[in-house]
């Protein structure tokens, strides 16, 4: 079995493929919601696939909305206006959509960032940022405007009008999770084809780039996805199965979902928060001021940023300086960080990565004989790939990508004609289902999702 590493991008390209069949000329697009990154595809006539660029010609954008005085900003902007007026942004919204207040993941956000001001509101049973002039925000209202932003970089790139979209969940979110997603959305104008489950999306990608190894033995592919907020694995077997569908006997390869393991808190983002606050408590420590650095909010963003930048810098390099210019009182900040240090205070994190990988198997070994004991699954074969989203995807069966682009490039010619030729790639049968879709309240932070329906068919 191979273990494979892999984020999202373009994979909702290929889930978009579904639709355009259905949508003659228009364009769709489809957005890859992540907790800190967001990014955005679509799919128009004479063009089967493409990614929609930013502002700066990204191809991701954080999943940010700030506030510089009356106008609003995203992406890059928004971090800067985060670093001098941190309660003016707004970011990790995803993870709060359709929570209540004693929810215990609202509940690490206040913690994490605790300059807010968060109100429950009572009346929907979620919550809502409180602004210094008493105006009341929710996350889902948030995330419209970043999903209005996500709508024009998909515009601007397609060169027309777009109004419906594929949003990608995670797949543990619950019902009121989902809905959340739905009504964001609804606010934004856009109309929501479907919300597609994250690990899906990836199974998809990865089948569709990889068909000429689908045969009739069932092969196991583990996708491992470690994000800001939060960790899934999910266990897929890809296989050519006869079908009867349309009258007559024929074989097509099939995607099965066979079982998801996720941890909701374990991710970079908690990585991160933990070498903001050890800086914080070694800043405090040289009494460089009699302030404490933990009671300036803007001190603690700085320090958000810097700890983020000098995580990323440590996953390469044994050891490195944080520092920060007028930190707190005029003082500036210089630190060293080693490797070791960041892997001291994270000790406990590390030994939760594991966890959602035997979630996965245990669930995979109800659905499916095949997949053997858990423990020598974790030490075969694990080949790591990282997707790197500023790259575009490199299709290993180029053939694949040339089957499916439309021959029309014409984008002036009759509405109805201009439309992609090709059949789509991929049908979806049937979406897995988690069991906590049903769920409106509370639910487990670590777990496993039990599937309903979980079949995929590769046209
Ligand atoms: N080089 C790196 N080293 C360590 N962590 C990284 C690196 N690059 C990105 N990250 C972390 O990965 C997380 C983002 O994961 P990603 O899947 O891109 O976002 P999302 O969860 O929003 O989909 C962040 O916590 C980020 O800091
Ligand atoms: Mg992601």
Same mark, same amino acid.
């Given at each position: ?279 914080? &408590? @070694?800043?405090?420590?040289? #009494? !460089?001021?009699?302030?404490? /650095?933990?009671?300036? =909010?803007? %001190? ?115 509405? &109805? @004609?201009?439309?992609?030729? #090709? !059949?789509?790639?991929?049908? /979806?049968?049937?979406? =897995?289902? %988690? ?25």
């Amino acid at each position: 079995m191979k273990s494979i590493l892999t984020g999202l991008l373009a994979t909702l390209l290929v889930a978009l493929s579904f639709y355009v069949e259905d949508v003659n000329s228009v364009a769709v697009m489809s957005v890859d919601l992540g907790s800190e990154w967001m990014k955005v595809a679509y799919v128009s006539p004479g063009v089967p696939m493409e990614i929609a660029l930013n502002k700066e010609s990204k191809r991701k954008t954080a999943t940010m909305i700030a506030f510089r005085e009356d106008e609003r900003v995203f992406g890059e902007d928004a971090q800067i206006v985060a670093a001098k007026h941190p309660t003016k942004s707004f970011q990790y919204l995803v993870d709060l959509l359709g929570k209540s207040i004693d929810n215990p993941i609202v509940q690490l956000f206040r913690k994490r960032f605790p300059y807010y001001e968060i109100v429950a509101d009572e009346e929907r049973n979620t919550i809502a940022f409180k602004f210094n002039d008493g105006s009341l925000y929710t996350p889902e209202l948030l995330l419209a405007q970043i999903l209005i932003k996500s709508r024009e970089f998909a515009e601007n790139s397609a060169g027309q009008k777009i109004t419906e979209t594929v949003i990608t969940v995670p797949g543990y979110f619950n019902q009121a999770e989902r809905k959340a997603v739905m009504q964001a959305a609804d606010l934004a104008g856009i109309k929501v084809l479907q919300l597609i489950n994250d690990y899906t999306a990836v199974a998809l990608n990865y089948g569709i780039f990889h068909r000429k190894e689908i045969n009739d033995t069932a092969h196991y592919i583990m996708f491992y996805d470690m994000g800001a907020s939060s960790t899934t694995a999910t266990i897929v077997s890809y296989q050519n199965v006869k079908t009867k569908d349309r009258g007559f006997v024929e074989t097509s390869p099939q995607v099965s979902v066979l079982g998801v393991g996720y941890d909701r808190t374990l991710g970079g983002l908690e990585v991160q928060v933990r070498l903001q606050n050890y800086l914080a &408590t @070694e800043f405090d420590k040289l #009494k !460089k001021t009699e302030n404490s /650095v933990f009671n300036n =909010p803007r %001190s603690m963003a700085k320090l958000f940023k810097e700890a983020g930048r000098v995580k990323n810098v440590l996953s390469a390099n044994a050891d490195h300086f944080a520092q920060v210019e007028s930190l707190l009182d005029d003082q500036d900040m210089k630190i060293p960080v080693t490797r070791e240090k960041l892997e001291e205070i994270c000790a406990d994190l590390f030994e939760r990565v594991t966890a959602p990988i035997k979630m996965a198997l245990t669930i995979s070994a109800e659905e499916t004989d095949q997949v053997e004991k858990s423990e020598e699954l974790l030490k075969e074969d694990v080949k790591p790939v990282h997707e790197d989203p500023e790259q575009p995807a490199k299709p290993e069966d180029e053939k694949v990508k040339t089957d499916n682009e439309t021959k029309s490039n014409d984008k002036t010619s009759n509405q &109805t @004609e201009t439309k992609v030729e #090709k !059949k789509p790639t991929l049908t /979806v049968l049937k979406e =897995p289902i %988690s069991a906590n879709q049903d769920k409106f309240g509370p639910q487990e932070l670590t777990g496993s999702c039990e599937l309903w329906s979980n079949v995929i068919k590769i046209k």
